[in-house]
């Protein structure tokens, strides 16, 4: 039975609930009043269950769903301002015992490279992503418990945030890791890490049994419930995602409202992000052995209807997604972006030979970090590489509260210019520093509280002509 508190994946994600979810948002789905009063209720920038998003997302009238896009677009400007933050992915381990079907690490898979980072491997591939500018980074491995223990998670954590190498340093170390323990998640709460992030990849219980079908990560209530466990650790900012095209998008759609609403009634916090990954052609993987990719169109609807839905969520976008299409899910509600990527294990420091890649996905994406600071900001978006939350103790509950307020973004505004300012100095290109210094200048005018702004051209000044880094508010 549907129970949004209950700790059984069974209950909270409730496959008969969602069945009739869809059903309501069929039956609905050109019912006008009804979408009316939806778009009105998400006006108030309090959220929406996940019935009404499902029916807003059902919704086929085209005068409605530019209604849904502005509103996408507003609500976004509204506690994201016109700022992106900025990440990479490092690749720590490949070794995987799991049988995922729509991934190249699978075990079956004999012919891929297999490689773990050694911790002097990880202090040259954290250089090289120091000297890019990257200040904030998501680890990446495959389960293996016998190579990619808890020690070496928690070594390599260690190492990443001891490395200071020139101006360079990674200030916040998030990880997407298979689902574990209690006692587990409670070490890496005390090592210091972000976000943990773990991707359902599918809320549709009998495919994600068919498309894991062999490993630990078979267990999908165990993978399911590892929010409950990781939030019982001591974690408090969780990042949710599914991979779309392994199962119908409007039945994903609703489950990861539903894991978030679940979130928030048993914790009083919901996620800290959504990821939305498209599935993608990698090594032995052929998107089209799936049968329920989407579309540009369907996918920026997506974006839209999460964005209105959970408003204070940030949502991510990898590199998985090519320059056109990150660009319109931009403006829709997408508030981080990775840039200059590798999906490979130890790729920034060398590229791989062809006949030998160990990548999880092909990048569609290939540019530079410069190339991508330099055409956000020509989009006059902030690029941004504030980790202040989590270093200020903003997390969770207290970290929502200030989001739900908006007051966050007192902070917010400030910090991304001054980080921008410390990437302009330390890591640009001449052409990407010359239209940042200029972003920079107009955009410190709208610190809305005339303190602060003496305080961040102080600042700013300071990192210029004193080669003083890392301020925050
Ligand atoms: S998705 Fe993760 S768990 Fe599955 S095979 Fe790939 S690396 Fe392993
Ligand atoms: S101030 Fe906090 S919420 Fe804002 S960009 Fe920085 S880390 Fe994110």
Not at 100 to 107: F, L, V
Not at 392 to 419: V, W, Y
Request: glycine share 6%; proline share 3%; net charge negative.
């Amino acid at each position: 039975m549907y129970d949004v508190n209950s700790k059984c994946a069974d209950d909270f994600i409730n496959h008969e609930e969602i069945l009739e979810t869809l059903a309501y948002a069929d039956e609905n789905k050109e019912n006008v009043a009804l979408i009316d009063a939806i778009i009105e209720k998400a006006k108030k920038r309090k959220g929406l269950s996940h019935r009404e998003a499902s029916v807003l997302l059902a919704c086929p009238i085209e005068e409605k769903n530019q209604e849904i896009y502005k509103l996408a677009e507003q609500i976004k400007k509204d506690f994201y301002g016109n700022r992106i933050v900025m990440f990479a992915p490092l690749y720590l381990s490949n070794y995987c015992v799991n049988g995922c079907t729509y991934c190249p690490y699978h075990a079956k898979n004999k012919h891929i490279p297999r490689k773990q980072l050694s911790q002097e491997d990880i202090r040259r591939e954290v250089i090289a992503l120091q000297d890019m500018g990257h200040k904030r980074l998501a680890l990446e491995a495959g389960e293996d418990p016998v190579r990619n223990t808890m020690d070496y998670y928690l070594k390599s954590i260690e190492t990443i945030y001891s490395i200071k190498h020139k101006n360079g340093a990674i200030r916040r170390v998030n990880i997407n890791m298979a689902a574990t323990t209690v006692d587990n998640y409670r070490l890496l709460k005390e090592a210091g890490i972000g976000t943990y992030i773990l991707f359902q990849e599918t809320y549709h219980k009998e495919s994600y049994l068919e498309l894991h079908p062999t490993g630990p990560k078979h267990d999908y209530n165990y993978h399911t419930e590892a929010m409950d466990r990781a939030m019982e650790g001591g974690i408090d900012d969780v990042g949710l995602g599914v991979l779309f095209g392994l199962d119908k998008y409007r039945y994903e759609f609703a489950g990861l409202l539903m894991h978030a609403e679940h979130l928030e009634a048993a914790f009083g916090v919901g996620p800290h992000t959504i990821s939305v990954p498209r599935l993608k052609h990698a090594d032995d993987i052929n998107p089209d052995d799936f049968n329920n990719g989407i579309d540009d169109d369907t996918f920026a609807k997506i974006v839209a209807c999460i964005r209105i839905a959970v408003p204070y969520t940030g949502m991510i976008i990898s590199t998985r997604e090519n320059q056109k299409t990150r660009e319109r899910v931009l403006h829709l509600g997408i508030s981080q972006i990775s840039g200059g990527s590798r999906t490979s294990v130890g790729g920034y420091c060398e590229p791989e030979p062809d006949d030998a890649k160990s990548e999880q996905f092909d990048v569609s994406d290939t540019r530079t970090l410069d190339e991508v600071v330099r055409w956000l900001m020509e989009m006059e978006y902030i690029p941004s590489f504030c980790t202040a939350c989590y270093r200020e103790g903003r997390t969770g509950d207290r970290f929502m509260s200030l989001c739900k307020s908006g007051q966050i973004q007192n902070c917010c505004h400030p910090n991304a210019l001054m980080t921008l300012k410390e990437y302009l100095m330390d890591y640009a290109s001449l052409e990407t520093k010359a239209i940042g210094d200029k972003l920079i200048e107009k955009e410190v005018l709208n610190v809305p509280n005339e303190k602060a702004r003496a305080v961040v051209l102080e600042n700013l000044r300071l990192i210029e002509h004193d080669n003083r880094r890392d301020f925050r508010f």
